[in-house]
């Protein structure tokens, strides 16, 4: 492994964008456009959900090139080497950033959806319907709701059921 790639997790990313988040476990980005990403190749050492709504954002992936358009659903997943990174001026979406530790509890105990999100990771990219795209959204816009509600007992846990409803819901339009 070439030691020399800086890392992506949460904390790079808390520290250049304060929005929605669960300590160092979970950020919610409002706007993709606002994903600051270093320079040069980095190695993913989190996960990163993204919905592309409008624009484009196209990047190398372990020297594989894709492009998300609109209604594009993204997954980027912890170890891929990320380069070339280009959002269009006219991108909008929202993103998940997900530390690997806490993705990781959220599946104890679940390996059908661990499998699940494996198929998910196999197509880093995957169209969604209008009716998906607007599906997602909602979900994010729960999610946020729950994250910045401090004062629930059990905050953590609930956006973790949360996420997992989202696996659920992608894995089943790629069955």
């Known amino acids: 492994m070439d030691t020399n790639i800086p890392t992506l997790n949460v ?10 988040h669960i300590n160092k ?34 990047y190398m992936s372990n020297t594989q090139h894709f492009t998300a358009k609109r209604n594009n659903f993204v997954v980027l997943s912890r170890g891929q080497i990320i380069d070339e990174l280009n959002i269009s001026d006219d991108c909008e979406g929202e993103a998940l950033i997900v530390s690997y530790d806490y993705f990781r509890d959220m599946l104890t105990g679940f390996r059908e ?5 494996i198929n998910i990771t196999l197509r880093p990219i995957l169209q969604l319907t209008s009716t998906q795209a607007s599906e997602f959204s909602m979900y994010y816009k729960q999610l946020k709701t729950k994250v910045d509600d401090e004062t629930h007992h059990f905050r953590k846990e609930m956006v973790g059921s949360m996420i997992k409803t989202i ?7 790629i069955s």
């Open 25 to 58: 476990e979970l950020l919610l980005i409002d706007n993709i456009k606002d994903l600051a990403v270093p320079e040069g190749p980095v190695r993913m050492q989190c996960l990163g959900i993204l919905l592309v709504q409008k624009g484009t954002v196209s």
């Open 167 to 173: 696996i659920y819901d992608i894995s089943n339009i």
């Open 113 to 117: 959806l661990a499998l699940l999100f």
């Open 11 to 20: 904390d790079h990313f808390l520290d250049l964008y304060y929005g929605s």
